[in-house]
């Protein structure tokens, strides 16, 4: 595998990421993942090469590049709860500039990025979100529905609110297969919020599973945190794995 670090040109700026291929000439299909609040690190490396070696080129942009270059904070006390929970508050006003426009704008540019590139097979991505990551993800197959196959969604937040905007009510749009990994008695998307969704899902007639994963806490797939649950990280990897290889017929 070949993993580096790429600038992703955009209409606001330059997006730091990381692309990982594997090794040979290819063309490999194309996987963008959206990361979580936390940004860029060395676990994100490490979920881009995992996908990678099944044979995907993968892109993780810096989702908060307009605030600068990663890491744009201290990562060093993920672990502890209590320190993340304080990081979190810190990485809040990053969220908040994250627009629904914001995020249309950068993705057209990340697709871009990856249809320039000859080692990318033709035709669309997929696209793979963890925690504000798959909420985003979610507008990004809403916007780009000819452009991304299908969406796989790990433990995201604030998919259903009570805005105008709420990512929900985009689906119609959609024409590809979505997956929602929940988790258990996560606060930003309840039991209601995830019923709601699928009744949403339901009645635009879009392909889809949405599971909750018992006893897993929001973040479950992220070994660099306190949240961390290797079951639940297992069992994402699983169905994400599926999803792809139904998606490119791998």
């Known amino acids: 595998m070949q993993t580096t670090t790429v600038d992703v040109k955009t209409n606001d700026g330059v997006a730091d990421a990381y692309l990982v291929r594997p090794d040979g000439e290819g063309p490999f299909p194309a996987v963008l993942v959206f990361m979580d609040a936390f940004g860029l690190r060395p676990r994100m490396v490490e979920m881009a090469e995992t996908i990678a070696a099944r044979g995907y080129v993968v892109l993780v942009p810096n989702l908060f590049?307009?605030?600068?270059?990663?890491?744009?904070?201290?990562?060093?006390?993920?672990?502890d709860a209590e320190q993340r929970g304080k990081i979190?508050?810190?990485?809040?006003?990053?969220?908040?500039?994250?627009?629904?426009?914001?995020?249309?704008?950068?993705?057209?540019a990340y697709l871009d990025f990856l249809a320039a590139r000859d080692d990318v097979a033709a035709g669309p991505v997929a696209i793979v979100g963890?925690?504000?990551?798959?909420?985003?993800?979610?507008?990004?197959?809403?916007?780009?529905?000819?452009?991304?196959?299908?969406?796989?969604?790990?433990?995201?937040?604030?998919?259903?609110?009570?805005?105008?905007?709420?990512p929900h009510l985009g689906v119609g749009s959609?024409?590809?297969?979505?997956?929602?990994?929940?988790?258990?008695q996560d606060h930003s998307m309840s039991a209601d919020q995830i019923a709601t969704?699928?009744?949403?899902?339901?009645?635009?007639?879009?392909?889809?599973?949405?599971?909750?994963?018992?006893?897993?806490?929001?973040?479950?797939?992220?070994?660099?945190?306190?949240?961390?649950?290797?079951?639940?990280?297992?069992?994402?990897w699983a169905a994400l794995f599926d999803l792809l290889g139904r998606t490119f017929g791998r």
């Open 65 to 79: 590049y307009r605030a600068g270059r990663s890491p744009l904070f201290d990562l060093s006390m993920l672990g």
């Open 88 to 108: 979190f508050e810190k990485i809040g006003p990053y969220m908040a500039a994250l627009t629904p426009e914001a995020v249309t704008r950068d993705t057209a």
């Open 130 to 166: 963890y925690c504000m990551g798959g909420m985003n993800a979610l507008r990004a197959i809403e916007a780009y529905p000819d452009r991304i196959a299908a969406l796989g969604s790990f433990h995201a937040g604030r998919v259903v609110t009570d805005a105008a905007d709420s």
């Open 174 to 184: 959609v024409t590809g297969e979505l997956y929602f990994a929940h988790a258990d």
């Open 197 to 236: 969704l699928e009744r949403t899902l339901d009645a635009a007639g879009v392909r889809y599973r949405s599971e909750v994963y018992e006893g897993a806490p929001h973040g479950f797939t992220m070994s660099d945190t306190a949240a961390y649950d290797e079951a639940a990280e297992k069992r994402h």
